[in-house]
């Protein structure tokens, strides 16, 4: 075990240590980040969830959680901006299509967005989850919901390591219990490896501009808008989103448009 002294480190960072009597080690150094995934914490602080990742595996349930559109495009946004790819996986296969859920789904895959299919219970789609770790210079993360089944997922990837207790759904919150309470790096045999991370029930990107939103968010950098810096708001003039974007999708990114122009107004207090 080490212990950290000056600036805080995530799962991901690459540091500098030395051995210290008593303690194991004392943490000098982090050195500089390739990628990061930012959030905004319940104080409005920006706080770093992990660095120097491959990519971010976003993992969804259709209703056992039921989908949450809004939460899947944040992250797709956010691992985006912060230099990471992001791959949609959709878990619990094996409890059949919800066809709300699919039809959001269907939104971003014909944009672009790459989306794997799994089952952690009978092992459905793994193959190409373990493949595109295996594929991998740095490490993928695993994120999303509580109760989607990440760490069930993490088990099935590793059955031969106790990778932490697999919790249930709460009928009340329609949510799962939150049973990963910190970030592992795991190796897999099969090459890669791969991260574990805390199930959340929401999750707002810290740092971003107008701008990264509408390069990041699927579809809308490519528009052909008649201005080429168009934000795609309601009522711009020669925006052509409202034609070319399905509506759920464009309402979810110009909800992140609006709280993203609520984070950057200026504070006179």
């Given at each position: 075990m080490?212990?950290?002294?000056?600036?805080?480190?995530?799962?991901?960072?690459e540091?500098?240590?030395?051995?210290?009597?008593?303690?194991?080690?004392?943490?000098?150094?982090?050195?500089?980040?390739?990628?990061?995934?930012?959030?905004?914490?319940k104080?409005?602080?920006?706080q770093?969830?992990?660095?120097?990742?491959e990519?971010?595996?976003?993992?969804?349930?259709?209703?056992?959680?039921?989908?949450?559109?809004?939460?899947?495009?944040?992250?797709?946004?956010?691992?985006?901006?912060?230099?990471?790819?992001?791959?949609?996986?959709?878990?619990?296969v094996?409890?059949?299509?919800?066809?709300?859920?699919?039809?959001?789904?269907?939104?971003r895959?014909?944009?672009?967005?790459?989306?794997?299919?799994v089952?952690a219970?009978?092992?459905e789609?793994?193959?190409?989850?373990?493949?595109?770790?295996?594929?991998?210079?740095?490490?993928?993360?695993?994120?999303g919901?509580?109760?989607?089944?990440?760490?069930?997922?993490?088990?099935?990837?590793?059955?031969?390591?106790?990778?932490?207790?697999?919790?249930?759904?709460?009928?009340?919150w329609?949510?799962?219990k939150?049973t990963?309470?910190?970030?592992?790096?795991f190796?897999?045999?099969t090459?890669?490896?791969?991260?574990?991370?805390?199930?959340?029930?929401?999750?707002?990107?810290?740092?971003?501009?107008?701008?990264?939103?509408?390069?990041?968010?699927?579809?809308?950098?490519?528009l052909?808008?008649?201005?080429r810096?168009?934000?795609?708001?309601p009522?711009?003039?020669?925006?052509?989103?409202?034609?070319?974007?399905?509506?759920?999708?464009?309402?979810?990114?110009?909800?992140?448009?609006?709280?993203?122009?609520?984070?950057?107004?200026?504070?006179?207090?």
């Open positions: 080490c212990f950290l002294s000056g600036k805080r480190a995530v799962i991901g960072d540091v500098r240590w030395r051995t210290a009597k008593g303690t194991g080690g004392v943490l000098d150094e982090v050195l500089p980040r390739h990628s990061t995934l930012r959030r905004l914490d104080t409005g602080r920006e770093v969830l992990a660095s120097n990742l990519g971010v595996v976003v993992v969804l349930s259709a209703t056992s959680p039921p989908l949450v559109p809004w939460l899947m495009d944040r992250y797709l946004v956010a691992a985006h901006a912060g230099g990471m790819r992001v791959v949609l996986c959709l878990n619990k094996d409890l059949g299509p919800e066809d709300n859920a699919m039809e959001e789904l269907q939104h895959t014909a944009l672009g967005v790459p989306l794997l299919s089952s219970h009978t092992g789609g793994l193959g190409a989850l373990r493949q595109l770790i295996a594929g991998a210079r740095a490490p993928w993360a695993l994120v919901m509580s109760g989607v089944g990440k760490t069930s997922i993490l088990a099935a990837l590793l059955p031969e390591l106790d990778v932490g207790p697999v919790g249930e759904i709460s009928e009340y329609e949510a799962g939150h990963t309470t910190g970030s592992r790096i190796a897999l045999k090459g890669g490896e791969l991260a574990d991370s805390p199930g959340i029930r929401s999750f707002v990107p810290a740092g971003l501009s107008h701008e990264d939103v509408r390069r990041h968010f699927p579809g809308m950098a490519e052909p808008c008649r201005y810096d168009c934000l795609h708001r009522g711009e003039d020669g925006c052509v989103a409202p034609e070319q974007i399905a509506e759920p999708l464009l309402d979810s990114y110009r909800r992140l448009m609006a709280e993203v122009e609520e984070a950057t107004k200026p504070s006179y207090a």
